[in-house]
Nanobody, 116 residues
Framework: QVQLVESGGGLVQAGGSLRLSCAAS????????MGWYRQNPGKQREMVAS???????TYADSVKGRFAISRDNAKNTVYLQMNSLKPEDTAVYYC??????????WGQGTQVTVSS
């Protein structure tokens, strides 16, 4: 069974940092584009960052310069380092395989709450 398990979220003060991890299982995703997405209640998921198999990265303008996505293909794991966090970053964060997104396949996500 394919699973994507996010972890590392929590409560942090504005200006603080968190590192999220996404452990994938059931399939080798080393050749896939992976991404981090976030969602608040009542809103669509927003892509925060993505990374290709070769390590090329893309970021939403709102997080550029503050967040960094990375991957360890040997561990089938994707990370999101979040620095200089803002209250606006508060959301449930999900990782996913880019090609899975249109199918609506998501894990449980991990809650990130940034207090001011």
């Amino acid at each position: 069974q394919v699973q994507l398990v996010e972890s590392g979220g929590g409560l942090v003060q504005a200006g603080g940092s968190l590192r999220l991890s996404c452990a994938a299982s059931g399939r080798d995703f080393s050749l896939n584009v992976m991404g981090w997405y976030r969602q608040n209640p009542g809103k669509q998921r927003e892509m925060v960052a993505s990374i290709t198999s070769g390590g090329s990265t893309t970021y939403a303008d709102s997080v550029k310069g503050r967040f960094a996505i990375s991957r360890d293909n040997a561990k089938n794991t994707v990370y999101l380092q979040m620095n200089s966090l803002k209250p606006e970053d508060t959301a449930v964060y999900y990782c996913n395989v880019r090609t899975f997104v249109p199918f609506g396949f998501w894990g449980q996500g991990t809650q990130v709450t940034v207090s001011s």
